[in-house]
């Protein structure tokens, strides 16, 4: 898995890259190190500059493992991992990989009006708003999710 990227969005230049073994499948960023999901519950932390392995982290509950870790969200301390063939978002505490909450989207976007490709697995967080802003694979809407607890 090669990951490059640019140094703005709208950047057409590559800034740099960089290889790594396994699968990417989601990233985010908490303003000192990159967080690499691969689909399974470890999630991996990279120096952005040298792209030195920092650490790895097993994500669980208890003494279970959350396998399917997709798409990732940094924000306010803690890390947001959505899981394929769920619809919950995990809230994670990127020290020691343990989850500190659940979204649980289930019937948010009803099975029976997603094509079977469908999956949600695009996640924003606003922590300061105590928002969740979701959408998904095949999903033609966007989703506003308010928390009512604090994000802490
Ligand atoms: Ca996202």
């Known amino acids: 898995m090669k990951l490059s990227w640019t140094k703005h969005t709208l950047a057409k230049d590559k800034i740099n890259e960089f290889e790594f073994d396994g699968e ?6 908490d303003g000192t190190e ?10 991996q932390f990279f ?3 040298t792209f030195q392995l920092n650490r790895v ?9 959350i396998p399917g870790l997709n798409e990732l969200e940094y924000a306010d301390g803690k890390l947001y991992a959505n899981q394929l063939g769920s619809d919950y978002i995990y809230k994670i505490d990127p020290r020691d990989g343990s989850v500190v909450g659940l ?3 289930t019937g948010m976007w009803p099975t029976a009006e997603r094509p ?5 697995n695009g996640i924003a967080v606003d922590a300061k708003q105590r ?4 959408t998904g694979k095949y999903c033609p809407k966007i989703f506003e999710v308010q928390f009512e ?3 802490r």
């Open 131 to 134: 928002k969740i802003i979701v």
């Open 24 to 29: 990417g499948w989601g990233i985010t960023f």
């Open 116 to 120: 079977k490709e469908g999956l949600l």
């Open 57 to 65: 982290i097993s994500v669980h509950h208890g003494h279970r493992r």
């Open 103 to 105: 979204i649980d989207l």
């Open 34 to 43: 990159l967080m690499v999901s691969d689909g399974t519950s470890q999630i």
């Open 47 to 49: 120096d952005p500059a």
């Open 149 to 151: 607890e604090a994000t």
